[in-house]
T-cell receptor, first 114, second 111 residues
Framework: DSGVTQTPKHLITATGQRVTLRCSPRSGDLSVYWYQQSLDQGLQFLIQYYNGEERAKGNILERFSAQQFPDLHSELNLSSLELGDSALYFC?????????????FGEGSWLTVV | SQQGEEDPQALSIQEGENATMNCSYKTSINNLQWYRQNSGRGLVHLILIRSNEREKHSGRLRVTLDTSKKSSSLLITASRAADTASYFCATGLNRDDKIIFGKGTRLHILP
């Protein structure tokens, strides 16, 4: 158990809908990362937050948004969902968001868009 | 495009043999990390090697880093069935704090 908690574990929704994925980082970790894993694209970095502020941005679509709250939990919002958004979404955390440190992954949220 | 690219994409070996996976990357890095992912599960950190290190060991794992060739290798010795998983390299970039993953090597240990 990495200590990173993600909910929900599984989610099935229809195209055009909006969903919110939630992440609680490890106790003491200030930085949160979001990754998307699909069969054809591998593990894609979406966005990183540190202590409530956006630190780095990757291949995150405009239909997606994220935030980190004062209690350090994070949410990833996916809207106007398309079939191609079906993927495993991971949250990860690290102590200070510096690249020199290990990041710890949650078990992921499986999103299926039908 | 991916920063790190693992090679081979898939590897099947007999239990007890050694498994070697390679990772190539494109830009200057601060460090390189290897992770393991069991099917449909989260990634588990295996080992981190810094850009000023050339080799690192952890149990049955041996990682090398050649910054002149922008490549790394992960060697798993005396493989076991439980080593069946996907293995990813992740590069920590100097220019920002992004950690970018490759597409992984799928390792299958045959009984």
């Amino acid at each position: 158990d990495s200590g990173v908690t993600q909910t929900p574990k599984h989610l099935i929704t229809a195209t055009g809908q909006r969903v919110t994925l939630r992440c609680s980082p490890r106790s003491g970790d200030l930085s949160v990362y979001w990754y998307q894993q699909s069969l054809d694209q591998g593990l894609q970095f979406l966005i990183q937050y540190y202590n409530g502020e956006e630190r780095a941005k990757g291949n995150i679509l405009e239909r997606f948004s994220a935030q980190q709250f004062p209690d350090l939990h994070s949410e990833l919002n996916l809207s106007s969902l398309e079939l191609g958004d079906s993927a495993l979404y991971f949250c990860a955390s690290s102590v200070d968001g510096r690249v020199a440190n290990t990041i710890y992954f949650g078990e992921g949220s499986w999103l299926t868009v039908v | 495009s991916q920063q790190g690219e693992e090679d081979p994409q898939a590897l099947s070996i007999q239990e007890g043999e050694n498994a070697t996976m390679n990772c190539s990357y494109k830009t200057s890095i601060n460090n390189l990390q290897w992770y393991r992912q069991n099917s449909g599960r989260g990634l588990v950190h295996l080992i981190l090697i810094r850009s000023n290190e050339r080799e690192k060991h952890s149990g049955r794992l041996r990682v090398t880093l050649d910054t002149s060739k922008k490549s790394s290798s992960l060697l798993i010795t005396a493989s076991r069935a439980a080593d069946t998983a996907s293995y990813f390299c992740a590069t920590g970039l100097n220019r920002d704090d992004k950690i970018i993953f490759g597409k992984g090597t799928r390792l299958h240990i045959l009984p």
